[in-house]
């Protein structure tokens, strides 16, 4: 029996994967069962930051497996406290708490749970509790079903009614709309800095700034989904802080990136004061009003304490940057009537793509497609929506593997 036939024998068939068996990996490149190699700029979809086998992040999790894999958070641990120092005093730079989680879609759980633990204490005039969360169209913020519920895209949600309730989505990037659009029990503002799911889509400053202020004037918490962008992928370790460096947010939620490919997500919550007693956002999530078996054990945290301080001992944000601008200004120097625009910023990039001029093959998207013409010429990368590949290398990537890449993108989409 094949490795495919076992999967489609005992694997639920929950996702659409490409026909090969990816068998080992090293730095951008990863190899198939055959041998054959690929420039992976994939990346776990923004999950590999120093690329695959990295020796520092490999010798963290080897030493801490021979000492301690997992205990229960009913204990404290060193590497928990350390990783959230870490990411308090690097990172955000803001008074604040973490909660560790196993995954994206766990964070934003945490997040929508504290909107709602914050809107029981500050309720409505007549002192009904607040309960709504106000989320975008074409957004993406999970698959649990609270994180399916504050997604904005009506195909992640078909079939599951009825879906949590307490979300709204309106347009992105809509100033008017939004202000429009908070009522009464509105509660918070979710959005990601940029909606990679949803096509590679930025925040504009503005908008960002706005959101920041209504969420002052109505007494909103401003959280934002950091899942995908943060952590140096675009630019920052922050990505609000590319967009808006002022932005003092009330939450953010992390995964991906962070562990560099073990499953560990977190959500952080503001020491801000929400009344005049000077209660802290953070103190509203006490003990038994949340948890995780697995959240934060000592071999996760060993391993994104390694990721972390690599990324910000190396200065890989300043690769990022130098990167970013080396792939804007080659794919703008080819002038291909395919590609209608680069979106996003530093290694999170949407290549835009006009599908009246790709001949899609049966019951795929043109974005589909395309990544399958790249998998076929040595390339890894995923689609972002319909009409939209998206480039995710590691941060570490280089010049070389840079111009490979872009080498066998130019050579697909020119065909």
Request: aromatic share 6%.
């Amino acid at each position: 029996m094949t490795v495919i036939s076992t999967h489609q024998q005992h694997v639920l068939p929950t996702y659409g994967r490409f026909p090969i068996i990816l068998e080992r990996g090293q730095g951008t490149r990863v190899w198939d069962d055959a041998g054959r190699s690929y420039l992976d700029f994939c990346t776990g979809i923004a999950v590999c930051s120093l690329g695959h086998c990295h020796p520092r992040l490999v010798e963290a999790i080897c030493g801490q497996a021979g000492r301690l894999l997992h205990v229960s958070n009913l204990y404290h641990t060193t590497l928990q406290g350390e990783l959230a120092e870490e990411i308090n005093n690097h990172a955000i730079c803001l008074p604040g708490k973490v909660f560790f989680s196993n995954s994206g879609a766990e964070a934003n759980d945490g997040l929508i749970k504290s909107a709602r633990r914050f809107g029981h204490r500050r309720t409505q005039a007549d002192g009904s509790p607040r309960y709504e969360v106000i989320t975008f169209q074409a957004s993406f913020h999970g698959r649990t079903l609270g994180a399916m519920s504050a997604t904005g895209q009506a195909k992640i949600q078909e079939g599951f009614d009825p879906l949590l309730p307490g979300f709204r989505y309106l347009p992105f990037n809509d100033i008017e709309a939004l202000e429009a659009g908070i009522r009464p029990e509105t509660a918070a503002i979710l959005l990601e800095p940029i909606q990679g799911e949803g096509g590679v889509h930025p925040a504009t400053p503005a908008f960002l700034r706005a959101v920041a202020a209504l969420c002052r004037k109505h007494d909103l918490l401003l959280l934002l989904d950091e899942v995908q962008t943060g952590f140096g992928r675009c630019g920052e370790l922050m990505a609000w802080r590319v967009l808006a460096p002022e932005l003092q947010p009330d939450g953010v939620s992390w995964a991906k990136g962070m562990g560099g490919g073990v499953p560990i997500g977190a959500f952080w919550l503001s020491d801000r004061a929400v009344d005049a007693d000077g209660t802290a956002l953070s103190s509203l999530m006490g003990p038994g009003s949340h948890g995780s078996t697995y959240g934060g054990n000592p071999l996760v945290c060993a391993a994104a304490l390694a990721v972390l301080r690599e990324i910000r001992e190396r200065d890989l944000c300043a690769n990022v940057r130098r990167q970013e601008l080396r792939i804007r200004k080659l794919i703008e120097s080819w002038k291909l009537p395919v590609i209608r625009e680069v979106r996003g910023m530093g290694l999170l990039l949407g290549v835009a793509i006009d599908p009246a001029l790709v001949a899609v093959e049966d019951g795929k998207t043109p974005a589909l497609t395309i990544s399958g013409k790249l998998l076929e010429a040595g390339l890894l990368a995923p689609p972002a929506g319909p009409h939209a590949i998206r480039l995710l290398p590691p941060l570490n990537v280089s010049d070389a593997e840079v111009d490979e890449a872009l080498a066998i993108l130019r050579r697909v989409l020119s065909a």
